[in-house]
């Protein structure tokens, strides 16, 4: 599918007011890595969810020593993730780009 200039530039603009900041991402990945903020902001939510149950389930149950390894493999997770932000935001604004280019080709008509 081919797009004209005007509707490439509409595309753009539409991706540069949705794609997500890195740097939030990273500030909440700083600030409340913890609580796998960055993972729901990213719209990881079911990941963001398991890392929530690894940390503070491994932190509850370090009380009988059994937690701490969950806890130590949750940290690390987290830890790693620093790592992935910057793909996850990519893959984001790929899956959002092919999405808007769909949008603009049938609802825009191409100029003759």
């Known amino acids: 599918m081919q797009l004209s200039t ?11 007011n949705e794609k997500k900041s890195s740097g939030v991402a990273y500030l909440l990945w700083f600030m409340l890595g913890g609580f796998s903020a960055h993972r729901f902001y990213l719209g990881s939510s079911g990941v963001g969810a398991a890392q929530v149950a690894l940390i503070w389930g491994g932190l509850i149950a370090s009380a009988v020593v059994i ?29 959002k780009r092919a999405r808007i280019i769909n949008e603009v080709a049938l609802t825009t008509r191409p100029e003759v």
Not at 81 to 88: C, K, R, S, V, W
Request: net charge negative.
């Open 67 to 95: 937690g701490i390894p969950f806890l130590i493999a949750g940290l690390v997770w987290v830890l790693v993730d620093a790592f992935l932000i910057g793909g996850l935001i990519e893959k984001d604004a790929a899956t």
């Open 6 to 16: 005007q509707q490439q530039m509409l595309v753009e603009q539409r991706l540069t």
